[in-house]
């Protein structure tokens, strides 16, 4: 069974930066994309970044030039580096990972709070 686990949300003033992990803990077998999807209060959840094996494929257009979406080596992690942070940017942060053929075949991570306040 494949889990996801997310780290580094937490309170960052408005301008600053916070680095988001995603361990993927089991295997996967076969092409999957990597990606970030964020859920604001009252709002549907978000597609943020999306990570294909060729590279970064997809930024949100409010996060474009601020994010920045990798991952390791080993391939067992996906980040999202986030830069000049907006109170708008104040969501819970999910990582999921889904098969690029059988799109129904996807896993999510519980997520992580980013707030962004002074």
């Known amino acids: 069974q494949v889990q996801l686990v997310e780290s580094g949300g937490g309170l960052v003033q408005p301008g600053g930066s916070a680095r988001l992990s995603c361990e993927i803990f089991g295997d996967l077998f076969g092409s999957y994309t990597r990606n970030w999807y964020r859920q604001a209060p009252g709002q549907h959840r978000e597609l943020v970044a999306v990570?294909?094996?060729?590279?970064?494929?997809y930024y949100a257009d409010s996060v474009k030039g601020r994010f920045t979406i990798s991952r390791d080596n080993d391939k067992h992690a996906i980040y999202l580096q986030m830069n000049d942070l907006k109170p708008e940017d104040t969501a819970v942060y999910y990582c999921?990972?889904?098969?690029?053929?059988?799109?129904?075949?996807?896993?999510w991570g519980h997520g992580t709070q980013v707030t962004v306040s002074s």
């Open positions: 999921n990972v889904r098969h690029t053929i059988t799109r129904a075949l996807e896993y």
């Open positions: 990570l294909a094996d060729v590279g970064p494929f």
